[in-house]
T-cell receptor, first 114, second 117 residues
């Protein structure tokens, strides 16, 4: 069965520092997609970045990059130059085999201090 | 670009009552999803529509739950005879795409928070 594991319940970082949020996944499907979402305290889920299993390069979107290590089945999110507005819950997710739903991890709470 | 809209934002009701939530997806998106999120957890998939067809339902979707998407536009999620365990945030998302493995991200609404007294 497909599974997403996020082992860090909470992470703390100071402004302007970089932070890595861990995500490991389990799937037997050779083709899959991995997503990261941000959920501020207000509740909306905001899409951050996508990585396809056959993509040759790690995905980047502005200050977000995805450290994709296929052999280790990890898809860590790296946020460079953290800002106070980055404080939120971050979820790693995988598209299910039918491509009809996302399977989410339990999330990591990121707190950025000044 | 108007995002996914969900109404109401909050719903408080007594146990045993029926409730209905509405989701208006992004207009050009043919796929629509419902998720449920409880405190401290990631969202859990409930059901999925491609246009007006409901193609997949999770085991979480008991027979008290029903979802519709008439004409492939907005969707409603109804919960009958609500129970304490139904208290959660109900999230709607939409995306475009027809491929089985789609790289199109799902865009989420702000959710409807349901509280059962």
């Amino acid at each position: 069965a497909q599974k997403i594991t996020q082992t860090q319940p909470g992470m703390f970082v100071q402004e302007k520092e970089a932070v890595t949020l861990d995500c490991t996944y389990d799937t037997s499907d050779p083709s899959y997609g991995l997503f990261w979402y941000k959920q501020p305290s207000s509740g909306e889920m905001i899409f951050l970045i996508y990585q396809g299993s056959y993509d040759q390069q790690n995905a980047t979107e502005g200050r977000y990059s995805l450290n994709f290590q296929k052999a280790r089945k990890s898809a860590n999110l790296v946020i460079s130059a953290s800002q106070l507005g980055d404080s939120a819950m971050y979820f790693c997710a995988m598209g299910n085999q039918a491509g009809t739903a996302l399977i989410f991890g339990k999330g990591t709470t990121l707190s950025v201090s000044s | 670009d108007t995002g996914v809209s969900q109404n109401p934002r909050h719903k408080i009701t007594k146990r045993g009552q029926n409730v209905t939530f509405r989701c208006d997806p992004i207009s050009e998106h043919n796929r629509l999803y419902w998720y449920r999120q409880t405190l401290g957890q990631g969202p859990e998939f409930l059901t999925y529509f491609q246009n007006e067809a409901q193609l997949e339902k999770s085991r979480l979707l008991s027979d008290r739950f029903s979802a519709e998407r008439p004409k492939g536009s907005f969707s409603t999620l109804e919960i009958q005879r609500t129970e304490q365990g139904d208290s959660a945030m109900y999230l709607c998302a939409s995306s475009r795409g027809t491929a089985v493995i789609s790289n199109q991200p799902q865009h989420f609404g702000d959710g409807t928070r349901l509280s059962i007294l």
